[in-house]
């Protein structure tokens, strides 16, 4: 068991407190004759050294220091400073001799400071000023200056305590991924080697077979790209909350893509991580999962799709491809027209409020292709772009593109890949 930062701090505790006790005797001891009341006096000191002799055993871990053995401790050293103003002779006190507990006080301050960290200090060490200002009369310099000392250094240890903490904290979880690597890695060899070459040679053999055991072979691609997934540190599909947001900092658009990257969709992007905004990159990916949706919809059970993610100096560059009947002339404007919204909301006003453009190009018979610009730079305001639509309707493409805008993005959360408006035969 890995020993807690802590755990020197207690022990020392420990030592403090029982050298203090002797320190305090010792003085009491020496001033004997000259106390007011030395058996008093004596009566206090025998208590204080039964208390911190049988207690050792508590000052030794913060489970075992509770905030009732705090309260009491710190108890006895304020009882021991007050009753020095009746034990001792007034001349004494205003010599600025110390207290019967002397600095042994310290200690309980100490450890509420190791206990709950600097707030906690702050209270025990003005409470023992408050005690040390009423025994002494009158605050004079040298009173001063202790209660300024104590308060300073138990505020100080108390919040090298919180940092300590925190510090081993953020080591535990480090061990904890360190730990959670080793054995995803450790699960990926042992899965590779086995169910995964099986669920492909399933879909290997389900695609020749045909008939139902197409369909089979179709499921455990699904499930083969599922767990290649899971394996290798992403997100299931499924498992994406529609109302988690992003946090704060720059998000690998690569890493939200992989979700979708399925038995039809083939996902390829850079080796190194490609770098945007959190509400760039979650908009980019929901106009992703809205292109796939309508490859869903509208290109066929049977159709597969390609996601190609280019990171250029300028720009970033996702296109979405499918190999389905593609879109007939006109269709993009006539659903427009009818208000199915689908591309030009879940995709073109996505990227128009980015300051991007979103292109559709797509030839009746050869596929469409979704190409996705979003500048690195700042975005410029133009007019919007009209709809293009070719005159030859057998082999000229339809193309559909975004105008820059320079409206301000909106931080979305990345949503669950949901079906998105149907736009007749294909609305990309």
Same mark, same amino acid.
């Given at each position: 068991?890995?020993?807690?930062? *802590?755990?020197?701090?207690? @022990?020392?505790?420990?030592?403090?407190?029982?050298?203090?006790?002797?320190?305090?005797?010792?003085?009491?001891?020496?001033?004997? &004759?000259?106390?007011?009341?030395?058996?008093?006096?004596?009566?206090?000191?025998?208590?204080?050294?039964?208390?911190?002799?049988?207690?050792?055993?508590?000052?030794?871990?913060?489970?075992?220091?509770?905030? @009732?053995?705090?309260?009491?401790?710190?108890?006895?050293?304020?009882?021991?400073?007050?009753?020095?103003?009746?034990?001792?002779?007034?001349?004494?006190?205003?010599?600025?001799?110390?207290?019967?507990?002397?600095?042994?006080?310290?200690?309980?301050?100490?450890?509420?400071?190791?206990?709950?960290?600097?707030?906690?200090?702050?209270?025990?060490?003005?409470?023992?000023?408050?005690?040390?200002?009423?025994?002494?009369?009158?605050?004079?310099?040298?009173?001063?200056?202790?209660?300024?000392?104590?308060?300073?250094?138990?505020?100080?240890?108390?919040?090298?305590? *919180?940092?300590? @903490?925190?510090?081993?904290?953020?080591?535990?979880?480090?061990?904890?991924?360190?730990?959670?690597?080793?054995?995803?890695?450790?699960?990926?060899?042992?899965?590779?080697?086995?169910?995964?070459?099986?669920?492909?040679?399933?879909?290997?053999?389900? &695609?020749?077979?045909?008939?139902?055991?197409?369909?089979?072979?179709?499921?455990?691609?699904?499930? *083969?790209?599922?767990?290649?997934?899971?394996?290798?540190?992403?997100?299931?599909?499924?498992?994406?909350?529609?109302?988690?947001?992003?946090?704060?900092? /720059?998000?690998?658009?690569?890493?939200?893509?992989?979700?979708?990257?399925?038995?039809?969709?083939?996902?390829?992007?850079?080796?190194?991580?490609?770098?945007?905004? =959190?509400?760039?990159?979650?908009?980019?990916?929901?106009?992703?999962?809205?292109?796939?949706?309508?490859?869903?919809?509208?290109?066929?059970?049977?159709?597969?799709?390609?996601?190609?993610?280019?990171?250029? /100096?300028?720009?970033?560059?996702?296109?979405?491809?499918?190999?389905? /009947?593609?879109?007939?002339?006109?269709?993009?404007?006539?659903?427009?027209?009818?208000?199915?919204?689908?591309?030009?909301?879940?995709?073109?006003? @996505?990227?128009?409020?980015?300051?991007?453009?979103?292109?559709?190009?797509?030839? =009746?018979?050869?596929?469409?292709?979704?190409?996705?610009?979003?500048?690195?730079?700042?975005?410029?305001?133009?007019?919007?772009?009209?709809?293009?639509? /070719?005159?030859?309707?057998?082999?000229?493409?339809?193309?559909?593109?975004?105008?820059?805008?320079?409206?301000? =993005?909106?931080?979305?959360?990345?949503?669950? =890949?949901?079906?998105?408006?149907?736009?007749?035969?294909?609305?990309?």
């Amino acid at each position: 068991m890995r020993m807690s930062v *802590e755990q020197p701090l207690w @022990r020392a505790l420990v030592a403090y407190r029982v050298l203090t006790l002797g320190y305090a005797l010792s003085l009491y001891v020496y001033a004997y &004759n000259d106390l007011l009341h030395p058996l008093g006096a004596g009566a206090y000191m025998l208590v204080l050294a039964v208390w911190t002799l049988s207690t050792l055993g508590r000052v030794m871990s913060a489970e075992r220091c509770t905030k @009732r053995f705090l309260t009491i401790d710190l108890t006895v050293a304020i009882t021991g400073i007050l009753l020095t103003a009746v034990v001792d002779t007034q001349a004494r006190i205003d010599s600025g001799s110390f207290t019967l507990p002397s600095i042994w006080t310290a200690g309980s301050v100490l450890a509420f400071a190791v206990k709950g960290g600097w707030r906690w200090a702050a209270v025990a060490s003005t409470l023992v000023a408050a005690a040390d200002l009423i025994e002494r009369g009158s605050p004079g310099r040298d009173t001063l200056h202790n209660v300024v000392l104590i308060w300073v250094a138990s505020i100080a240890i108390g919040y090298v305590v *919180e940092v300590a @903490r925190a510090s081993e904290r953020t080591l535990a979880r480090a061990l904890q991924i360190e730990a959670a690597t080793r054995e995803r890695e450790r699960l990926a060899r042992d899965i590779h080697d086995g169910v995964l070459q099986v669920l492909a040679m399933v879909q290997r053999r389900g &695609n020749q077979a045909g008939g139902e055991a197409a369909e089979l072979g179709r499921m455990a691609g699904e499930q *083969e790209a599922a767990l290649r997934t899971l394996i290798t540190g992403g997100p299931l599909p499924e498992a994406r909350d529609a109302g988690d947001a992003l946090t704060s900092g /720059p998000h690998d658009l690569t890493t939200l893509l992989t979700p979708y990257a399925s038995a039809s969709v083939t996902l390829s992007a850079p080796g190194t991580p490609v770098l945007l905004a =959190p509400d760039a990159a979650a908009e980019l990916t929901a106009a992703v999962g809205a292109a796939l949706d309508n490859v869903r919809k509208h290109a066929g059970d049977g159709a597969h799709a390609w996601i190609l993610v280019e990171d250029e /100096p300028d720009a970033v560059l996702v296109s979405v491809r499918d190999d389905g /009947p593609g879109i007939c002339e006109g269709r993009l404007a006539a659903a427009a027209d009818e208000g199915r919204l689908g591309v030009a909301q879940s995709i073109r006003g @996505r990227l128009r409020d980015l300051g991007g453009t979103a292109v559709v190009e797509s030839v =009746p018979g050869q596929g469409t292709e979704v190409e996705l610009r979003l500048p690195r730079g700042p975005s410029k305001d133009t007019a919007a772009a009209p709809v293009s639509e /070719p005159e030859d309707t057998e082999s000229a493409p339809v193309s559909e593109s975004a105008p820059v805008s320079g409206a301000d =993005p909106v931080s979305r959360a990345v949503p669950v =890949p949901v079906l998105s408006e149907t736009e007749g035969s294909r609305t990309a």
